[in-house]
């Protein structure tokens, strides 16, 4: 769930491009891995028509709310995340409070995950077990994947986020606090934290095993975001990178293939080295009258795909770009596409 503002009119951009417009296609979808993208739409909050769209990228196919086409009924209200594990797709629908699990191959549902105030990210920690956070429950929820049930929770105060796995210890970002939380996977408790500064919210791991954190500050306060780069081994802060102003909450890092470069939007999409020892100051992409609202990247050829919510009610838009920010396609989506989920 993301908290916006739905305006009073409506923004209309068109793109032209050289390749054909997606065909839509409302049968049963054929997913190979390798060959598509899965793109969460969120839907509206409360109103229960979130889904999830597959886009074929080798023959231009899209297929729309798979989960309703497959499975006979509406996937719930807000689809927040989803991620695939050992031939399972763990969709986390968070105003339903849920996790529906399906065959990641013909998207027929396995199981459903109850019990969870409000999901927000799934993460395995072992071939058994994974950590699900939350926004609500001031606490990581304990799965186990053999029962698809929830066993028990990790006290973590606050509104927790993204999470990633490293030698047995789980790094939570918490947008409530100032801090990067770590458990250990193997015991299920908080051991330490890195105070970083206000609202983390992100983390990913680089190409030379260092974290790159991004904070996103809070406008209430006038703390401004900011972009750590931290040492795992021993928690020290190597870099920090303070922007001008606040981000919102949907910010995200997104690392390219080789983990060496890495995007993030705040309005416009930035690019920016893992070597580098400033903030970029060009923009790659610019929005200019779209509504740019989640951020991709195609681990296979590194295709980056920026979602436009447009006006939070009407379908959203998905842009494709290379790498260097050149225009490739654009198709449409469902209802606040928010999320992208490569296979």
């Known amino acids: 769930m993301r908290f916006t503002i739905i305006p009073l009119f409506l923004l209309f951009f068109f793109f032209t491009a050289c390749e054909k417009k997606p065909q839509d296609n409302n049968q049963p979808p054929l997913i190979e891995k390798g060959k598509g993208v899965f793109i ?10 979130a889904s999830v769209s597959y886009y074929r990228t080798d023959n231009n196919t899209l297929y729309d709310d798979i989960f309703n086409t497959i499975n006979n009924r509406h996937l719930g209200d807000v689809c927040q995340s989803m991620y695939i594990y050992n031939d399972k797709a763990y969709i986390i629908v968070n105003n339903s409070q849920k996790i529906e699990v399906v065959d990641v191959n013909t998207f027929q549902s396995i199981s459903t995950i109850n019990g969870l105030a409000s999901p927000r990210y799934f993460l395995p920690v072992s071939q058994t077990k994974a950590y699900v956070s939350d926004m609500s429950s001031n606490a990581v929820s304990i799965i186990d994947l053999n029962t698809n049930t929830k066993t028990g929770e990790i006290p973590c105060s606050g509104s927790n986020e993204e999470m990633l796995l490293l030698n047995n210890k789980v790094y939570i970002t918490n947008t409530s606090t100032s801090y990067l939380y770590i458990a250990d996977a193997l015991t299920d408790h908080i051991t330490d934290s890195i105070h970083l500064s206000y609202g983390t919210v992100s983390v990913k791991l680089d190409n030379t095993a260092k974290l790159w954190v991004l904070c996103m500050g809070n406008q209430a306060d006038h703390t401004n975001a900011a972009l750590y780069k931290v040492n795992p081994a021993n928690n020290s802060i190597e870099l920090s990178l303070p922007f001008t102003t606040p981000l ?21 999409v930035f690019r920016m080295k893992t070597t580098d020892n400033q903030l970029p100051h060009d923009t790659l992409i610019k929005s200019g009258n779209r509504n740019f609202y989640g951020l991709g990247v195609d681990p296979g050829n590194g295709y980056l795909y920026i979602s436009d919510a447009i006006d939070y009610v009407q379908e959203g838009k998905i842009y494709v770009y290379s790498p260097n920010g050149d225009f490739i396609k654009t198709f449409n989506a469902g209802i606040i596409p928010g999320e992208f989920c490569f296979y």
Not at 40 to 49: P, S, V
Not at 261 to 266: A, E, G, I, P
């Open 40 to 49: 969460l739409n969120e839907g509206n909050f409360q109103w229960g028509n």
């Open 248 to 268: 919102n909450v949907w910010n995200k890092i997104k690392m390219n293939q080789n983990c060496d470069t890495m995007y993030f939007s705040n309005g416009n």
